[in-house]
Nanobody, 126 residues
Framework: EVQLVESGGGLVQAGGSLRISCAASGFTSDEWAIGWFRQAPGKEREGVSYISNSDGSTYYEDLVKGRFTISSDKAKNTVYLLMNSLKPEDTAVYYC???????????????????WGQGTQVTVSS
């Protein structure tokens, strides 16, 4: 069974940086895609950034483009999201989700992901 564990969330001031991690285990295939999603209080969950282990491609939603960087450590099956220039509106619970096996490029739709982590809280103070 695939398990995803997020870590690294916390409280940071506006303009600051934070790196959150998603440690994955239980993959039966070397081909996977992982996405970061977030949900703020009273709002729907939205996509943030995605990475495909199949071809190494990455994608960022407009709200975070230029500020966030997604990367992976294949040896550790861990995906990171480095968040710079944080804004109060980035405050949310951040979830990672995995799709495996996955062949090809980026998967952005939430319904494509089969496995979800428990989430990590990121709070940005003004």
């Amino acid at each position: 069974e695939v398990q995803l564990v997020e870590s690294g969330g916390g409280l940071v001031q506006a303009g600051g940086s934070l790196r959150i991690s998603c440690a994955a285990s239980g993959f039966t295939s070397d081909e996977w895609a992982i996405g970061w999603f977030r949900q703020a209080p009273g709002k729907e969950r939205e996509g943030v950034s995605y990475i495909s282990n199949s071809d190494g491609s990455t994608y960022y939603e407009d709200l975070v483009k230029g500020r966030f960087t997604i990367s992976s450590d294949k040896a550790k099956n861990t995906v990171y999201l480095l968040m710079n220039s944080l804004k109060p509106e980035d405050t949310a619970v951040y979830y990672c989700a995995a799709r495996s096996p996955h062949f090809g490029g980026i998967a952005t739709a939430q319904e494509l992901y089969d496995f979800w982590g428990q989430g990590t809280q990121v709070t940005v103070s003004s």
